[in-house]
């Protein structure tokens, strides 16, 4: 099973115990799309797919010619089977052939679902991609409305196109862009009936350069773009792309971070994508998606980020970056030979945050250390400080003109995919990659990222030239080596410096861990 490890450089599970993924849905005989589609792309990712056959479909790559669907006993039995031994991590449901298979499946899982509930367990996530026509255009799926109704009870996320919107909504007409007014219209419509999350595929709009798909989680909505794909061979997308989510969730990443993932790993599998018989061929297959040009660009739709602002680069590498909660740690530090240091002040008065701030740049000036101030642009700014670290909140509300403008350096922090997709494009002077390990500095919403995901998201980022990564959380004496192996350029600490008791010890002894990320000379030409 070693290879396994291989593939899914992510999993945190032991390699003999892969997350299981259940896969309902139909048989395409032709190998593209369906449930051979999804195992496909379940394996590739790392997880195990477990089969629910709901139809056999005698399809080529042309033409669909018989569907054939299974009765609602067939349905119960392969249903009851998995549940009697293997419970799945995720489910994704795809094709559902007729009313009578929809409303078995919405009536099983709606009382297996109860039962976790009943124990206050957390329910396995459960994704619907309505499929309705396949690609050449062949209906797949004659549901009632009521049936529909009950299954939007049971379903977490779904992931319609346009046309399915327009189906779902009852509209009679289908929008040609995701948020557009048509389409945002149709999703309210929609959403008076179903409460989870919606990830709209924006495949078929009328946008010829680019495919934009809407995520609409709670009162949030983000636009997600990639460049379109414009390859003949396209069949099995929606379910590549929803079973990827599924088991990017099963895995355990956020549901953003998951639909980052198999965003990515749709576009990689369209790159890929190959000639099958004389229609549409079928989508690549390769590992965890690792180049940054498959992962598409994350957008608030109320603020997106001004993308064409040029940072300031920084001038030194990073090496271990101490963050001070007081001038006076500065004072203590900079002496023993930090090149990039952190103010990060809470709690202060707006007369003691302008002093600090002054001060410490003042000070940094002389020792010329890279010095971030932490939150407070405007007074970084005013004086003239050389960097900013912002926050993915505070990204909306700062002036990240007046920041690039003045010559200041931006640092950001990221909590995974989804905002490594939001901000990379940016192209800040930095990208902080946190929290590592667990830590009792700051109350985190997020889960500890671990070493693995830290090596993937820095292999991501060394694709983007000048944005070199800060690696933070949780980082001491007994872990810095395995993180500066990761190849982060920086290594932030808090705790492990002052909280030390000898902090200037402390320092120095990790310093000596961070030799490995003082670049050769000439390397800094293309950013530390
Ligand atoms: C190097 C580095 N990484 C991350 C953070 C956290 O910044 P932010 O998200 O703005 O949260 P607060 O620091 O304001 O709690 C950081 N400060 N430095
Ligand atoms: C301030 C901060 N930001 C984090 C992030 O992940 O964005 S983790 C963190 C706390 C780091 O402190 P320590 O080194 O004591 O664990």
Partial sequence: MNGQRLLNPHGDAPAEKLPLVWLIGGSDSGGGAGIQADLRTVTALGGHGCTVVTAITAQNSVKLNAVFAVTPQQLLAQLDTLDADLPPAAIKIGQLPDTSIALALANWLAHWLSKF?????ETPPVIWD???????GACLSELSSDSIRQLLQVVDILTPNLAELSWLSQADSIATAVNNEQALSQLKVLRQHFRGDILLKGGHSDD???????????????????????????????????SALATALALGFTKPDAVTIARAYLQQALRLSYP???GAGSLGVAGWPRQQTDFPLWQDVTAPLPLQLKFARLTQPIGLYPVVDDLQWLIRLLPLGVQTIQLRLKNKTAVELERQIQSAVELCRDYQIQLF?????????????????????DLADADLTAIADKGLRLGVSTHGYAELARVLPLQPSYIALGHIFPTNTKQMPSKPQGLKRLQHYVRLCATVPGVPTVAIGGIDERNIQAVVQTGVRGVAVVSAIVAAPQPEKALQQLQQYCHALQLPPGVERDGY
């Fill in 276 to 278: 099958t018989g004389n």
């Fill in 208 to 242: 010829p350069l680019r495919c934009t798909d809407l995520w609409c989680s709670g009162p949030q909505s983000s636009l997600i773009t990639a460049p379109r794909h414009n390859g003949e061979h396209n069949r099995g997308t929606g379910c590549t792309l929803a």
């Fill in 130 to 136: 309505p499929v309705i026509y396949a690609s050449s």
């Fill in 117 to 121: 509930r009943s124990r206050a367990a």
């Fill in 373 to 393: 101030i932490n939150d407070h642009w405007q007074l970084a700014i005013k004086y003239q400080a050389f960097g900013v670290h912002l926050g993915q909140e």
